[in-house]
């Protein structure tokens, strides 16, 4: 049972314009958040977090958007730049220092110029 | 700083092969993980551990062993190697827990 779910595997958008990254969960245990930007060839990088007693958190231009009646969440990116087309995974863990993250399958982001 | 670091980049086995995938961290991090990703899966846990001489399983654990006798490193092994194993296999470190972790470049490994 997939406990974090990406439904959409691609997205395709205009440089300039406004990318937005959905992610749904099941478990309501899940109290911490996560993005991560994946290149190929390359290993997942940390990109923005949210935790769940907030419903927005914003660095530079990407800002995590957090439901927690719906579980869901999205991942803005304006403007949006063809250095961002990767590959994005939402991620998400129950509180405890001890806690492990599970992952959607991700999606591919495609910034056309 | 070298961040996470596995060895090897690339490794093709026969099956029934062993072979263990090194992992090792220079940030004092005390919680490591493995996962592996394959295509349309995302990113599955085999193995984590939360401090030296501590591990536990994840979501795929079966065909795989782990060990972590310092802090620093954490080598994951396929005890006889299967076609299903062929996967590209990431580690990752973190402070504590499931907060932000840094990941390894991967080893891309093939099973024939």
């Known amino acids: 049972d997939q406990q974090v779910k990406q439904n959409s595997p691609s997205l395709s958008v205009q440089e300039g314009r406004i990318s937005i990254l959905n992610c749904d969960y099941t478990n309501s245990m899940f109290d911490y958040f996560l993005w991560y930007k994946k290149y190929p060839a390359e290993g997942p990088t940390f990109l923005i977090s949210i935790s769940s007693i907030k419903d927005k958190n914003e660095d530079g231009r990407f800002t995590v958007f957090l439901n927690k009646s719906a579980k869901h969440l999205s991942l803005h990116i304006v403007p949006s730049q063809p250095g961002d087309s990767a590959v994005y995974f939402c991620?998400?863990?129950?509180?405890?220092?001890?806690?492990?993250?599970?992952f959607g399958k991700g999606i591919t982001l495609s910034v056309r110029p | 700083n070298a961040g996470v670091t596995q060895t090897p980049k690339f490794q093709v086995l026969k099956t029934g092969q062993s072979m263990t995938l090194q992992c090792a961290q220079d940030m004092n991090h005390e919680y490591m993980s493995w996962y592996r990703q394959d295509p349309g899966m995302g990113l599955r846990l085999i193995h984590y551990s939360v401090g030296a001489g501590i591990t536990d399983q994840g979501e795929v654990p079966n065909g795989y062993n782990v060990s972590r006798s310092t802090t620093e490193d954490f080598p994951l092994r396929l005890l006889s190697a299967a076609p299903s194993q062929t996967s590209v296999y990431f580690c990752?470190?973190?402070?504590?827990?499931?907060?932000?972790?840094?990941f390894g470049p991967g080893t891309r490994l093939t099973v024939t």
């Open positions: 991620a998400a863990s129950e509180a405890g220092a001890n806690s492990k993250l599970t």
């Open positions: 990752a470190s973190s402070f504590q827990g499931a907060t932000e972790q840094y």
